[in-house]
Every structure is written in structure tokens, then in C-alpha cells.
């Protein structure tokens, strides 16, 4: 068995530290030294060689044991010093358990002292809350005696608001105690009930001599004596009836005024009815608190339902007088008659647009009034905190749903004929006044058309009626697509009208002018529509925040946006007839340019550059047949005319130059003629011209090159910034023009 001493040493020494239990563990012995094992195992040794090394072990193991008895004797001076100190404590011990056992016995004994203490307290806090409670019960009787005595004095005396305090103090004392005296409350109520007949009594009397004050005195008594419904009935009751008899008395002076045939001015429809909602709000307003008093903020929701009846009655009444007096029917049947006979011969004359027109500022003063009134009392009920929620919508409902709103909604008929009459008639007329306006490049007709299409929608708009806008909006979209379209076109549509431009072969400046001043009024007029449709959108969205609401407007103005979308296609359709009648005095100048040959030599070149071939006398024809029309057009007229004619012309000398022979001095010499064209025209317009001639331009630039392979530097991914306009076909077409360009290379070229 293979060991060393010193591992076997080491091995025993730590586990001796560890465990108190020496065991040899390693691969050279498993000897538990001290165990019956241990002696078996040297008993049954032979070899002398591993009895030496055992014995060795044995030795370390013996001087590692007088270590760790070293080390513990070590320890025996401390250890004696821990155990006097314990001894010590314990002493102390034993004093500290007789002062606690001292301790608990106080503590039990003045926690039972605390215990008869507070059971002596609650004793005596049961008996001093019986004794309040006797004492209270004693004073509610004297109370009670003291009120019953008060009331039965003050009712002798007259003083209404004490007796009513004496008697408010006892039901509030009863409530309390209602467990005795039932003889004091039976004469209590005897008095109360004498009260309430003088209360109701006096109070009847007041209201019926609408003594205001006195009212005021005997609605604060129904509180105290616990009748505030009551109360609350028979004020709003006589707030009724204040409003109603203000109202009659003025309607019957309004009705006395139609009867005496007296000027429009004095038949005031509109004041009238304004005092009915001025005086129904002030009965709101002037009597909230009041209202409060009696039956909280419920008290004011029944005064704003109570009062709303009087609305819809009186209401109701004024709008129907109105339009019996300004025989709205008769005036709508009569328009829907003019309406249906617009053809036939001798048709009676329809009403006087100014009388209309004053008609309509007179109903939507009165609808403006119910809109107004209707939001106030909305807006009330809102503004309460303690109201249901689900009560303004209700509340709303029904107030639209009343007399007068059913009132409103036929007078609302009425104005959407009467305003699609006025708007009929007033775009008519202004068709049919149309002149021409000093200073001014449109005529007449413009401003006047769409003032009146403004005015007329902005007065549907105010009406917050979403059926009478879509109405007028519908009409507005009509009288532009039919009559006022046909009005602008009218003029373009003349026959011979170049002849009439072009009278001697110099222009004339009136025919030019009403052309002009035409196309000016279709510019603007597609302008006019598209600010119109804005504003409208603007004041709309405003007025009418419901999403469906908007969603019928915005299809309404969809349509108005489409004109500004015709009245481009008419504009253009008659810019083209304008070029049309421009156009044949330039063409014999294009056409002189077929003439001009471009292969040139140095000397021709040279020749050409003092005594220009064509390029002036065309741009001398320009200016003579079209700048005078700039001072009568629009400038955005006059740049689409310039843009028109400069097509026209490039075109022309597209197919001509494509007819021609170059040099390359005569690639040159074209490439100067555009420059020079490009430059003129640039200066006349403010719109680029540059892209008009970039098909000319770019072969100028392909006749310049030297020879046919130098296209490649320009072409495809060496075209840099430069887009080509011309073919890959038209390319080779425009190289073959140059007389020393061969064809075998420009087919061989890879485009």
C-alpha cells in the first residue's frame, strides 16, 4: 500500500480542524485512526515498511493532537472570565425577575382600576346623554308650546312669515319627536292648516291684481309650511300669465295697426315677437332664485317647460299673422306659376324682387329670434348640475317638435321659394344690365352675380336651417351651369367674329375689347366660384356641426366646384377661337420660312446675322395681331393666348424645319433663331416658354454636333440633366437632315 507520511500528516491535521473525527481518506491508506478498525488494521500488518510509514502517520497524527490541545488550553484564561461574568448575571437575574414579578402586579393591579374606572365613566356618560335627551324632550315641548302660542299671534297679528317660521319649527321639532305630544300637533296643524287657507287666499288675490310685491311676500311662505310644488305651480302660474297678457295686449295693438292699412314699417312683426322671447328669458332669469327656493334647479326646468307653452302658443300666433299679412301663399303660388308659364305669351308679371327681397330679411329676422330663443333655454338646461342628463336632449325634442317650431318649418318653405325667386330674378337682371365697367376688365354681370349668390346664401346660412341652404345651394349651382354659362359664352359665339377683330387687317379695339373683356369674365367667373365654395364651407361647417348636415353640404358645393371646372373648358374652348382668328395673319410669315435655306456658308452665315432671314418679321407679326390685347385681358388670360399662339407657331416650324437641309453653320443658324424666339417670347409672357420650344431647341442642338457619333455625349445616361423630347426615330431623322451627316452611320448608331 503506497504512502508518505507527510501527505498522511496533512490529511489527518485537517480533518482533525474539521471534524473531530481523524480519518485517512487518500489513495495510500483509508486508517481511522482511534476506532476498533484501526487496531484490527495494524494487527494484521507484515510489511515492516508500511508499519514505518504507519507509525510515522501515527506520530502526526499524535503532535497534530497536541496542537489543538495547546490551542484549547490556550483558550482557559477567557473562558474562565466568560464563565465569572455569567455567574455574575445570574445574580443580576434574579434581581430583575423580582422587580418584574414587582412590576406585574402594579400593572394588574391599576389595569382593574382602569377597568371600574371606565365602566364608572360609561355609567355616568349613559346617564348624562339621558339626561341631555330628557332635557332636549323638555325644551322641544316648551318649544313646542312657545310655537303653537306664536303661530296662534301671529296669526292675529297678521305677520304671515312668523307664524309660518313657528310653524316650520315645530314640524321640524315633531319630526324629531314624534313619540309624544300628539295633542300639541293636532292644534299645531289646526293653525297650519288656517294658514295655508290665508296663504293661498291672499296670494290668489295678489296674482289676480298682479301685485307683484305682495306675491313675492306669500310665495317665500309655501317653503316654510313644506309646499313648495304648490308653490312653485302657482308662481310659474301667474309668470304665464304675466307673459300672456303682455303679448296679447301687444299682438292685438299689432293686429289694430294691419286693420288700419299702416306703412310695413309700423307693423312690426319682428318686435313684436322679440318682446315675447324678451319677456319669457327676463321671467327666467329675473326669478331664479326664486325658483331655486322652492323646488331647487327642477324648479327652474318646469318654468323654462311651463313658459315654453306660451312660446308655441303666442309664438305660433305672431308668425301665422305674419304671413296671412304678407300673403306669403298667394306670393309662393304666384312665383310657382311664373315659374311653369316662363314661355307662354302674355304670363302676368311675378312680385317686385325689392318687395321680396325685404320679405326675406323680415323671416329670417324672425327665425333668427326662434334659433336664438331655442339655444337660450337649451343652453340653461345645460348649464344645471343637478338636472338628468338625459333631460336635455329630451328638452330639445320637445321644443322643436312644438307649435311654433311646426310654424317655423312652413315659414321656412315660404323663404326658400321667395329666396330662390329673389336669386332668379337679381341674376336675370343682371344678366340683362351687363356693360362694361371703366377701369375694370370684366363686365358688369360678374360682381353683380356673385354678390347676389353670396348674399342669398349667406341669409340661408343665418337661418341655421340646413334644408333651406341645401335649397339655395341647389339653385346657386342651377343659375351658373344654365343662364349665367350661356351668358358667357354668349359673345364667343358670334359669327364672324375674326372678321370683326381684324377689321382692314388692323384690329378693332372694341371688338377686341368685348372679346376680351368675354374670356376675362370666364376667368374670373371660375375664380368667383371656387372663393364662393370656400367662404360657404367656412361659414357652413360654423353653423352646422352635425357630420350628416356637413356631408350634404359638401355635396352641394361639390357641384358648385365642378362649374369653376366648365367655366375653364368655356374659357379655354374660346381662347382657342381667339388664337384661331390671330393665328392665319402669322402663318404667311411661317410659311415664307420654307423658303429660307439653312445650308449656309461662312459668308451666308455672316450675311444672316446682320440681315436676319425671317426671325423678326415673325415676332413684328406677333406683336401687331396680339400684344394690343394684353392691356384688355387678365393676366392669366393673356399668358394661356401668348402660350396658344407660341404653340401654334412652334408646331409650324417643327413641320417645316423637318422638311429642310442643314449645314452645320446652319444648325447654327437655327439654333440663334430659337434663342432669339425663346428670349421675345419669354419677355411677353410670365409663364416659362423655355419647355414650348425644347423639341426645336434639342435639334438645333443635334444639327450643331460635327459629326454623328457625338450624339452618344448627350444621349441616355450622358443626357444629364437634360430630358429628351424627341424620339429615338426622330433623332435619326433630324441627323439625316445634315447634308454631310453619312446614313450608314446614323443607322449604326444604338440609340
Known amino acids: 500500500m503506497p504512502s508518505t507520511p507527510n501527505g498522511s500528516v496533512h490529511h489527518y491535521h485537517k480533518q482533525t480542524h474539521e471534524e473531530d473525527e481523524p480519518t485517512v481518506s487518500s489513495p495510500t491508506t483509508s486508517i481511522k485512526f482511534g476506532t476498533p478498525e484501526a487496531l484490527d488494521y495494524v494487527r494484521n500488518l507484515t510489511d515492516v515498511g508500511a508499519m514505518t510509514r504507519l507509525l510515522h502517520e501515527c506520530i502526526a497524527y499524535q503532535r497534530a493532537l497536541d496542537v489543538d490541545l495547546d490551542n484549547l488550553l490556550a483558550q482557559r484564561t477567557d473562558l474562565d472570565k466568560h464563565l465569572l461574568h455569567l455567574q455574575k448575571s445570574a445574580d443580576i437575574l434574579d434581581i430583575v425577575k423580582a422587580d418584574a414579578d414587582y412590576m406585574l402586579s402594579n400593572v394588574s393591579s391599576t389595569c382593574d382600576l382602569a377597568d371600574h374606572v371606565s365602566a364608572k365613566v360609561r355609567e355616568l356618560d349613559l346617564a348624562q346623554s339621558r339626561v341631555n335627551s330628557t332635557v332636549l324632550r323638555i325644551d322641544a315641548i316648551v318649544e313646542r308650546g312657545n310655537c303653537i302660542e306664536g303661530v296662534k299671534n301671529a296669526l292675529e297679528s297678521e305677520d304671515y312669515e312668523a307664524a309660518a317660521k313657528y310653524v316650520q319649527t315645530f314640524l321640524q321639532i315633531d319630526a324629531k319627536y314624534k313619540d309624544s305630544g300628539s295633542e300639541q300637533r293636532d292644534q299645531l296643524l289646526a293653525s297650519k292648516k288656517q294658514l295655508e287657507g290665508i296663504v293661498r287666499k291672499r296670494l290668489s288675490a295678489a296674482v289676480d291684481q298682479r301685485d307683484h310685491p305682495t306675491i313675492l311676500r306669500f310665495i317665500g311662505l309655501f317653503s316654510p309650511l313644506g309646499l313648495e310644488e304648490e308653490g312653485l305651480q302657482v308662481y310659474v302660474g301667474y309668470l304665464k300669465k304675466v307673459v300672456s297678457v303682455r303679448s296679447r295686449l301687444e299682438f292685438e295693438h299689432l293686429v289694430e295697426l294691419m286693420e288700419q292699412n299702416h306703412t310695413q314699417n309700423q307693423v312690426n312683426f319682428v318686435g313684436c315677437l322679440t318682446n315675447l322671447f324678451k319677456d319669457i328669458v327676463l321671467a327666467i332669469e329675473e326669478n331664479d332664485n326664486i325658483l331655486r327656493s322652492l323646488c331647487g334647479e327642477d324648479g327652474i326646468v318646469y318654468a323654462i317647460c311651463e313658459l315654453q307653452e306660451e312660446c308655441d302658443s303666442k309664438g305660433s300666433l305672431i308668425l301665422k299673422k305674419y304671413m296671412e299679412y304678407r300673403k306669403l301663399a298667394k306670393l309662393s303660388s304666384e312665383i310657382n306659376a311664373q315659374n311653369k308659364n316662363l314661355l307662354a305669351v302674355g304670363a302676368p308679371e311675378g312680385p317686385d324682387p325689392r318687395e321680396v327681397e325685404l320679405y326675406l330679411e323680415e323671416i329670417l329676422s324672425l327665425m333668427q329670434l326662434g334659433e336664438d330663443y331655442t339655444g337660450y333655454v337649451v343652453s340653461k338646461i345645460k348649464g344645471l348640475s343637478s338636472v338628468d342628463p338625459e333631460l336635455v336632449p329630451r328638452a330639445t325634442k320637445s321644443f322643436r317638435s312644438g307649435s311654433f317650431s311646426k310654424v317655423v318649418q312652413d315659414i321656412i318653405g315660404f323663404y326658400v321659394i321667395l329666396e330662390g325667386f329673389f336669386m332668379v330674378e ?185 440681315n436676319d432671314p425671317w426671325v423678326q418679321r415673325l415676332l413684328h407679326g406677333v406683336e401687331t395681331n396680339v400684344t394690343w390685347l394684353q392691356p384688355l385681358m387678365t393676366a392669366s388670360n393673356y399668358d394661356s393666348f401668348v402660350h396658344l399662339v407660341i404653340d401654334f407657331i412652334v408646331k409650324r416650324l417643327e413641320v417645316i424645319m423637318m422638311q429642310k437641309r442643314f449645314s452645320q453653320l446652319g444648325g447654327l443658324q437655327l439654333d440663334r433663331d430659337i434663342r432669339a424666339l425663346v428670349s421675345h417670347f419669354s419677355s411677353m409672357t410670365q409663364r416659362t416658354v423655355r419647355d414650348k420650344f425644347a423639341r426645336l431647341t434639342q435639334m438645333a442642338t443635334i444639327l450643331n454636333l460635327e459629326k454623328v457619333s457625338e450624339i452618344l455625349d448627350f444621349w441616355g445616361e450622358n443626357s444629364g440633366p437634360m430630358t429628351w423630347r424627341l424620339t429615338p426615330a426622330e433623332v435619326r431623322r433630324v441627323l439625316g437632315l445634315r447634308v454631310d451627316f453619312k446614313p450608314e452611320a446614323i443607322a449604326a448608331l444604338k440609340l
Open 426 to 610: 337679381n341674376v336675370r337682371k343682371a344678366v340683362r344690365i351687363d356693360e362694361h365697367v371703366p377701369d375694370s376688365l370684366t363686365t358688369s354681370m360678374v360682381d353683380d352675380v356673385f354678390y347676389v349668390l353670396q348674399s342669398c346664401l349667406r341669409r340661408a346660412i343665418s337661418t341655421s336651417n340646413i334644408s333651406s341652404v341645401i335649397a339655395v345651394l341647389s339653385g346657386a349651382s342651377s343659375l351658373l351651369s344654365n343662364e349665367y354659362h350661356e351668358a358667357l359664352q354668349q359673345k364667343m359665339r358670334e359669327p364672324n367674329l375674326g372678321a370683326k377683330l381684324f377689321l382692314g387687317g388692323v384690329g378693332v379695339q372694341k371688338t377686341g375689347t368685348e372679346i376680351a373683356t368675354a374670356l376675362n369674365n370666364m376667368d374670373v367667373s371660375s375664380e368667383y366660384v371656387l372663393k364662393l365654395k370656400h367662404e360657404i364651407e367656412e361659414q357652413c361647417a360654423e353653423v352646422f356641426p352635425a357630420p350628416a348636415d356637413r356631408e350634404k353640404v359638401k355635396s352641394c358645393l361639390s357641384e358648385l366646384a365642378d362649374m369653376s371646372t366648365t367655366f375653364k373648358q368655356a374659357l379655354s374652348a374660346g381662347m382657342e377661337q381667339l388664337v384661331a382668328t390671330v393665328t392665319p395673319r402669322i402663318r404667311p410669315v411661317l410659311d415664307s420660312v420654307a423658303t429660307i435655306s439653312y445650308e449656309l456658308s461662312e459668308l451666308e452665315y455672316a450675311d444672316n446675322e446682320v
